[in-house]
């Protein structure tokens, strides 16, 4: 059996919105230091209608972390930040045909990622959502992303 579907192969080799949008109105970095994973998006909002029109990714990590970034910018391109922030690290992975175990942490990231650049448009923008009620831009560690790492220093808990 392969590790990685077609669909997670073909967002890692030909990944979509790779890069870094000049003047973004939110911009997220979010890694994660048990695993190493780095990753930025950055988004353009239309304040008129609150809809994501632009998403870039960069990401430092394996071809799990990439093929997250990816499908998750394609996700939330068209969307309002409002259904961008109900998209889930479990949808990520659904959208990609599942994940190995060891790599379910790459979804997390990419989630969180999300979330932080949402955070610093609505910061810069004087904006409150809903979906980022209780959210920590700083925080580095939660059990879903525990969950799916492997190693020693993964025993945090």
Request: glycine share 10%; hydrophobic share 35%; aromatic share 6%.
């Amino acid at each position: 059996m392969a590790l990685y579907n077609d669909t997670v192969m073909d967002h890692f080799m030909n990944p979509r919105n790779v890069g870094e949008i000049e003047n973004p109105d939110g911009k997220g970095v979010y890694g994660s230091p048990v695993c190493g994973d780095m990753m930025q998006i950055t988004i353009k909002v239309d304040e008129k209608t609150d809809v994501i029109t632009d998403v870039k990714f960069k990401t430092f990590g394996c071809g799990s972390a990439i093929a997250s970034s990816s499908m998750a910018t394609e996700m939330i391109i068209g969307k309002t930040v409002d259904q961008a922030l109900a998209v889930t690290n479990k949808q990520i992975v659904e959208e990609l045909g599942g994940l190995p175990p060891v790599k379910l942490h790459c979804s997390v990231l990419a989630d969180h990622a999300i979330k932080c650049a949402i955070y610093d448009y609505a910061q810069k923008h004087g904006k409150t959502y809903k979906g980022l009620e209780g959210f920590d831009p700083e925080a580095d560690d939660d059990d879903e992303q525990a969950e799916g790492c492997s190693g020693p220093s993964c025993d945090k808990k």
